[in-house]
């Protein structure tokens, strides 16, 4: 049973996708240019597949004949496909103009202009009507419905910088010693564009000499742009322009001048494009888009698959289960579910949307108001960026940029979100105790015993990504991929279960893994290369141990349990699978796809959903990907110019300069970078560029690596619950039909966790579980947690301090404990919630006073910070026991109503 939605004022499909559309500005598609994009998404999709199952080797292997080699493939021409493939999508599925833009208004009033000069009969009007029309035609797509070509024209130019990477790899070997101007020009590497070239030379455009290579760099760098400014907003497109013109003509800053520190060295353009475009080092194919070829990609796509499994839907009735007939249950799920989900998705507008579909209308028939609901799903939403294992992107950005092993990230990470969840838990119980709000009927909710039973697996696959990164220590591609892989035997176990199949089906499978291990243990390999040992066609490598032949087996489960159920479900295609409940988008995607070939039947068949299932899930990842891979790309240039210039440590300079030497304004001056540099770009874009900038500085004060990365983090993620630019909370207020400003002012209040608890953990470096040493910090051992003079003080009270300030802290954003509170006690809850979480910042802050007066600070030694946070601790449980005190003298008649936080 799911949560009955059919009194809430829930969202069609279509506004869900009218809100996305307004915000992201993406096109919705028909036809068969929605066919063309579906082939490109779904081969995008199985080329990161390959890459993470085979690495960057490109063959076909026949059984019984052998392995035919395809290709070999360097990372730079790995990387330049994987960039190819989201520049097409890119240019495909963002317009590059919908005619209300600044410059289109302008150019929109030249026809008429024109015409009321010369009148509308004047052949000069005539023609600027045609071009003006032309031009329209050509470029601009109002309605977001059509491809246009001058989108064609772009995603073919973009196929020919990746193409002469893969082609012509050796002569790009050769840049870095003669130079990228040395290269080949155009006539000579295409002979049959001679006559075109010698035509264009003779009259003055000197194409014959300029090197094919650095007209490529030029048109990929330009592209890239381009898509940028379509996917991600004029902003990104202009800052990152604005680095690429200060690499060339940064030098002419004087050095002598107060921005003397920024001047750099002379740059020619063709170095600036071969740094740039070529090297993996720096620019547009860097380490970010390595993170994504390797790791992001694979994990967007695991996500889509999860979702489209059914298991997003099955996850969230769990939480209004377990939560939803509780005070404020429907909010509390809603934390819970949007958390989880947007830990999957990386995209706080994408699962504002879609979860909060569910959610906010369900927050809303309870008794939330429609700002306070579309303010929690868009907070915790948000949030999720920051909730292991996955972290969306971030967690993988990190272990690149700073060489942590996967696990201990995630171990430093989980404390610290795990109390920013507890604060919204807290929040949203507060404000149902601030307006009455109680649950849902039980009757409106599955039964938490039964539900489970009916998807416990769909915890599978999260069980086995933690023990093949933690446990087993595979690489994170690695682990991506065998946990998609274990995604697809499950819904194929699923789709192929029923009473009459059951027995064959579970027969097939153990029979055939008893065979692979029967197989590994005599001759070392698989069943195929078994038979062709039998066969004398090759030869045998020596068999396994039988506990090494078990683990290969075993190993090999998930494709044996694809192959079995494939097979079970050709064997018997008309059937029922009354364990698979896959997500709507699958269904509908079936229905539509056996419609337009003419075959509706095709949708009912077990079978043909599966492989819709597949499909749209591929289809899923690489359209959610598309936009992150630009992303990446883009992003890539700043950090490139800051390491290829010798910016990096004039930059640092600057910024202490500019802060004064002080941690304090450091650290504030750093956080309100981070939610500039967010507002309206994805979390990774401003992870990199802050990173790239800030992240030498805070380092070098002493913060852990770890630290400062996830300090940036959880900074840049407020953007997208701040005002003027709020993006999720304005998603948030689409779905939820309420005031986005007001939506987006709750949403900021319910996220200043975000804010306290990273300073906590800068602080407190225990609360991420990390020990500085002199060689560095590293992840807590038993021998630190056996010493409890180290423990106890540097782990134990910092943490305990962190969750008892997010609980004031949430008393003082709602207003409202057991009963209201006035402005005096908010304060005293506020000042009680910095002492318990960060009692270092107000030394700091009375060290900076002091220091204006020539006086010294104080020490901020355990005796003082365990001092104020038992201050702090008293304030709490004094004022926690007067609001007690006052519940039996409330007035029914005198309650708040719901969202007046």
């Known amino acids: 049973m799911s949560v009955d939605t059919s009194k809430a004022d829930d969202i069609s499909d279509e506004e869900q996708e009218e809100i996305l559309q307004e915000i992201e500005h993406r096109r919705t598609l028909r036809g068969v240019a929605l066919v063309v994009i579906t082939l490109i ?46 520049l097409v999508l890119g240019f495909l599925l963002f317009p590059s103009s919908q005619g209300d833009g600044f410059v289109s208004r302008r150019l929109g009033t030249v026809a008429p202009a024109v015409s009321d000069q010369f009148g509308a009969d004047h052949p000069l009007a005539q023609l600027t009507d045609r071009l003006a029309r032309g031009v329209r035609w050509a470029a601009v797509d109002s309605s977001l419905t059509r491809i246009t070509p001058i989108d064609i024209l772009l995603a073919v130019l973009s196929l020919l910088p990746a193409h002469y990477i893969v082609t012509e790899f050796d002569e790009i070997r050769r840049l870095p010693i003669f130079g990228i101007h040395a290269a080949r020009p155009i006539q000579e590497v295409y002979p049959v564009l001679e006559p075109i070239v010698t035509t264009v030379a003779a009259v003055g455009l000197p194409l014959d000499e300029i090197s094919y290579a650095y007209l490529l760099g030029i048109l990929g760098i330009l592209l890239v742009l381009e898509a940028t400014r379509r996917a991600l907003g004029a902003l990104l497109m202009t800052l990152v322009g604005l680095f690429i013109v200060y690499a060339r003509w940064g030098y002419h800053i004087p050095r002598d001048s107060v921005l003397g520190a920024l001047s750099i060295p002379v740059e020619s353009w063709g170095d600036i494009v071969y740094n740039l475009w070529y090297t993996t080092e720096a620019g547009v194919f860097s380490t970010p888009v390595s993170v994504s070829v390797r790791f992001i990609y694979i994990f967007i796509l695991f996500g889509a698959f999860l979702e489209m499994s059914g298991a997003g839907k099955w996850f969230i009735d769990l939480a209004y289960s377990l939560t939803g007939t509780r005070k404020g249950g429907p909010a509390k799920a809603s934390v819970v579910s949007s958390g989880f989900m947007g830990m999957l998705s990386g995209s706080s507008i994408a699962n504002t949307v879609t979860t909060g579909a569910f959610t906010i209308p369900l927050m809303k028939r309870s008794g939330y108001s429609p700002e306070f609901s579309g303010a929690v799903e868009s907070s915790s939403s948000s949030g999720g960026q920051v909730l292991p294992p996955v972290m969306g992107a971030a967690a993988f950005l990190i272990v690149e940029f700073t060489g942590t092993p996967y696990p201990d990230v995630i171990v430093a990470a989980t404390l610290p979100a795990l109390a920013f969840f507890f604060g919204m838990w807290v929040m949203v119980h507060f404000e149902a105790g601030n307006g009455d709000i109680g649950g849902l009927s039980r009757v409106d909710l599955p039964d938490p015993r039964k539900h489970f039973r009916q998807g416990w697996f769909y915890l599978l696959p999260l069980v086995l990504l933690l023990y093949f990164l933690i446990v087993a220590r595979f690489s994170i591609n690695r682990a991506g991929w065998y946990t998609i892989v274990a995604v697809i035997a499950l819904i194929s176990l699923l789709a192929a279960y029923e009473e009459r199949t059951r027995l064959p089906l579970v027969g097939g499978i153990v029979g055939l893994a008893l065979a692979q291990c029967v197989a590994y243990t005599v001759y070392g390999t698989g069943l195929l290369t078994a038979g062709e040992i039998l066969l004398g066609i090759a030869d045998p490598p020596g068999g396994l141990s039988f506990s090494a032949g078990a683990y290969a087996a075993v190993s090999d489960l998930g494709t044996i349990t694809i192959l079995v159920s494939v097979l079970v479900l050709l064997v018997w295609p008309q059937r029922d699978a009354p364990l698979l409940e896959l997500d709507e988008q699958v269904d509908a995607t079936a229905q539509a796809s056996a419609e337009q070939i003419g075959r509706p039947s095709l949708a009912d068949t077990t079978l043909y959903r599966f492989g819709t299932f597949i499909f749209r899930s591929m289809e899923s990842g690489a359209r959610t990907a598309t936009t992150v891979v630009i992303a990446v790309a883009a992003a890539g240039v700043i950090p490139g110019v800051i390491s290829v210039s010798g910016l990096g440590p004039n930059l640092n300079a600057l910024i202490l300069t500019v802060s004064g030497e002080s941690f304090l304004l450091l650290l504030l001056l750093s956080g309100i970078a981070a939610i500039i540099f967010g507002m309206g770009m994805p979390t990774t874009v401003m992870y990199i560029i802050l990173i790239a900038m800030l992240g030498p500085t805070l380092e070098a004060f002493g913060i852990p690596a770890l630290g400062a990365h996830l300090y940036i983090l959880y900074f840049g993620l407020m953007a997208d619950v701040t005002p003027p630019v709020a993006v999720a909370a304005f998603a948030g207020a689409g779905v939820a039909k309420a005031d986005e400003f007001a939506t987006a002012t709750k949403a900021f209040l319910l996220s200043l966790n975000k804010i306290l608890v990273p300073f906590a953990f800068v602080f407190s470096p225990g609360i991420l579980l990390l020990r500085q040493t002199d060689n560095g910090a590293r992840v807590l051992t038993a021998s630190d ?117």
């Not at 990161?48 to 392995?67: L, S």
């Not at 106890?792 to 209201?820: C, D, K, N, R, W």
Request: charged content about 10%; proline content about 6%; cysteine-free.
């Open 785 to 901: 947690v056996t010493s409890l003079s180290y423990f106890v003080p540097e782990v134990v009270i910092p943490i305990l301090g962190m969750f008892l300030g997010v609980y004031a802290l949430g008393v003082t954003i709602i207003g409202h404990q057991y009963a209201s509170i006035d402005r005096f006690e908010r304060v005293a809850y506020a000042i009680a919630s910095i002492l318990l979480m960060v009692p270092d910042l107000s030394l700091l802050v009375a060290d900076e006073l002091l220091g204006l007066f020539g006086l010294p600070g104080p020490v901020t030694a355990f005796y003082m910070t365990g001092g104020l946070r038992l201050v702090g601790l008293i304030m709490l449980a004094l004022l926690s026991f007067r609001n007690r005190s006052r519940v039996p003298d409330e007035e029914p008649k005198n309650t708040p109503a719901p969202g007046d936080a």
């Open 41 to 86: 998404a779904i081969a995008f999709s199985a080329f990161q597949m390959w890459i993470a199952a085979r690495g960057y080797r490109f063959g076909v292997a026949f059984p019984f004949v052998g392995e035919f080699q395809i290709a070999s493939l360097q990372q730079l021409q790995v990387n330049a496909i994987h960039v190819t493939f989201a």
